[in-house]
Structure formats: structure tokens, C-alpha cells
């Protein structure tokens, strides 16, 4: 009888950042721009490694489905965030809620095998330079590539699914940014010892495996680099992976905070500030580490300039031509 009165929440209210009306916008303008330089940065970076064949490499290759992640994530998140911030909270519907932590998740666990993948490419180049180009060919990074985005979206479904047939009665609202792991369970009031299973055994491949893989390649690298005899032979070696040693580090070391690291004491504030570091600016940081440094990129982008600009310079010439033929 009990369990019959029990009332279905339908919709969730996400709390985000309650305070100041001016800081609020202020917030608002931030994360606006931030999302649109990161579609900028993350859209160029895929149509850079696709036109160019400068950038026609596995790395690059990988850069760009990390580009793609990074546009899922940051998509799945922001919009919604920029809503909240104007309403001073928003609704969202049991289902919406369901399908945005889905993809949170997926997109996650895609990277996450992604930069495994990433971190193997660079073991084999370095490690195996004369075998590289037969060990990472092209069909060779497009199964890798295929296999990492179906297993993270095909294993977080069956995750996402267990949370949606939880029970929730109340209260809806979220003290987040978006729905996450922590505060969807937090309000569930049936029992979700199977959920917290799943939780484990999922992390396991979508997160300790592929850290394994990282930290294992990494260690090798280092030990084919302290070999090079030369201080510049190391130098130049070592600045083929270091962007991906600096999006590794930035990515998992927020990711740990939040999710494995003891949250006790930790305040819902600095929980929202911690995953805003890796669904917000994580995905705009990374087109710019990969093309700071990176001359091949530049030349890319050098090289489409100048086309666009001959293009645009030979279109009125053709024009004019057309022109003159016409009249005699």
C-alpha cells in the first residue's frame, strides 16, 4: 500500500548556480563564448586533418575523433547550462535528464578510449619507428576508432538504462549543473546496490584499462627517450607526445576529483567548479594545445588560407573573362 502512494517524479529541477543576477550573466557570456570558440577550435582541427594531407597521419586522425568527443560532451552539456543560468535553475524532463547523462557518459568513456588509443599510436611511433607504418595503418586506425566509439556508447546503454528504471519520488531537485551520476543517485529511494555493481564494472574498461594502457605506454616512452644520447634527439622525440601528456593529465586529473577521489568535505560548489574543468574548458583547451606548438597544423591552416584566397582572387578574374568573350 505504501509503495502505491508513492509519488513518480517526472521532472527534475536543476539548481546550477544560484546567486547574484549580474554574476550570473556574467557566467552566461563566459560559457557562451567559451562553447562557440570550442566548436570553432574543435570543427577546425576536423576539417583541417581532413583536407589537408599534411595531416593525413593516425595522430592526426585520432586528434580529430577526439575533436568530435569533444564537441558530443561539450554540446550535451552547455546549451542547457546557458538556460539554467538565464532561468536561475531550470526543468528538465525525466527523460531529457536520462538522455543527457547517456551521453555525458558515453562521450566520456569514447575519450577515455580514445586517448588510450592515442597513447598506443605514439608508443608504436616511437618505441617501433620502423614498423609504425605497418603496424598503424589506415584500416588498422579505423577499426581502433570504430571499436572505441561503439563500445562507449553501446556499454554506458545498458548503464543509462538501469538508471532510468530507478525509483524516483521525490524531492527533483538537482544540485548540479546537469545530471550527473552522483546527484541522480542521490535521489533515487529504491535500492541502487546494482547501479553502484555496474558503476565498477564498467569503470573497468572504459577507465582503469584504458589508464593502464596510457601510464604502460608512457613508461616505455620514457625509457626509449632516456636512450637517445643526444639532449635535442630528446627534446624533438618528446615533443611529439607531450600535447597528448598535457590533454591526458588536465583530463583524467579532474575526472579523478570528481568521481574517485573521497568527495567528504567537498562542497557542492567546488563540485560544480570541478566539472565544468572537463565538460567545459578541457574541450576548449585541447584544439589549442594540439595547434600551439604543432607547425604541421599551422601549415594546414596556412595552406587552406591560400587556397580560399586563390579561389576567391580567380573567381572574378573567370568572371571579367566570361565577360569580354561575351562581347566580342
Known sequence: MQENNKTVVTNFFILGFQGNQDI????????????????CGNLLIITLVSTSKILHTPMYFFISQLSISDILLTTDIVP???????????????????TQFYFFCASVASECLLLAVMSYDRYVAICNPLRYSTIMTSGHCGILTIACWLFGFSIIFSYAISTAKLDFCGPNIIDHLFCDLVPLLDLACSDSF?????????????????????????????????????????????????????????????????????????????????????????????????SLKNEDVKKATQETLNKKGRISHNIPCRSSIQGLKTRT
Open 24 to 39: 550570473r550573466i556574467f557566467l552566461f557570456f563566459l560559457f557562451l563564448v567559451t562553447y562557440c570558440l570550442t566548436l
Open 194 to 290: 546494482i547501479v553502484h555493481i555496474e558503476i565498477y564494472v564498467i569503470g573497468i574498461p572504459t577507465v582503469f584499462v584504458p589508464t593502464i594502457i596510457i601510464v604502460a605506454s608512457y613508461s616505455s616512452i620514457v625509457r626509449a627517450v632516456l636512450r637517445i644520447p643526444s639532449s635535442t634527439g630528446r627534446q624533438k622525440v618528446f615533443s611529439t607526445c607531450s600535447s597528448h601528456l598535457i590533454v591526458v593529465s588536465i583530463f583524467y586529473w579532474t575526472m579523478f576529483t570528481v568521481y574517485v577521489v573521497p568527495t567528504k568535505g567537498q562542497t557542492s560548489t567546488m563540485s560544480k567548479i570541478l566539472s565544468l574543468l572537463y565538460t567545459v574548458f578541457t574541450p576548449f583547451i585541447n584544439p589549442i594545445i594540439y
Open 80 to 98: 542547457n547550462l546557458l538556460r539554467i543560468l538565464l532561468n536561475n535553475g531550470a526543468t528538465i524532463t525525466f527523460n531529457g535528464c536520462i
